[in-house]
């Protein structure tokens, strides 16, 4: 073998020192002091860090007016509601986000561009169109 630095063949591991244990014993140490305090408060006093409004009693007709669909969520909240059958809202709105991964796979065309496909562009200014107007109205 040639570019040895080894030119006597002495195994060498018996100089190396296992340093493993050291550092394994370190880590778990200090994720058990960072994690202790934790633990301590949840299972002591749990209420401590909560929100007084989540323990007024609920109505189950009307959602609470202090939880609110975040901007992003707007059409798939308007699409929830828009359906009365719980069922359907939740079936209506995961197609709607489902839908959405299926645009790659229907893209069949060689050209990228759609500069000069027009109805490509009509349809991707009615869908962006249909996402603004159901973030509006959600």
């Excluded at 570019?3 to 100089?15: H, R, Y």
């Excluded at 009365?84 to 959405?100: D, E, F, H, T």
Aim: charged share 10%.
């Amino acid at each position: 073998e040639s570019g040895s630095n080894n030119p006597l063949g002495i195994v060498s591991d018996c100089d190396k020192i296992p340093f493993h244990p050291y550092f394994s014993v370190k880590d778990i140490l200090g994720f058990m002091f960072m994690l202790l305090p934790l633990v301590a408060l949840a299972l002591f006093s749990p209420n401590l860090l909560g929100d007084p409004e989540n323990f007024t009693p609920a109505n189950p007709l009307v959602t609470p007016p202090h939880i609110k669909p975040e901007w992003y969520f707007l059409f798939a909240y308007a699409i929830l509601r828009s359906i009365p059958n719980k069922l359907g809202g939740v079936l209506a709105l995961a197609a709607s986000v489902l839908i959405l991964f299926l645009a790659p796979l229907l893209h069949t065309s060689k050209q990228r561009t759609m500069a000069f496909r027009p109805l490509s562009q009509l349809l991707f200014w009615t869908l962006v169109a249909n996402l603004f107007v159901l973030t509006w109205i959600g």
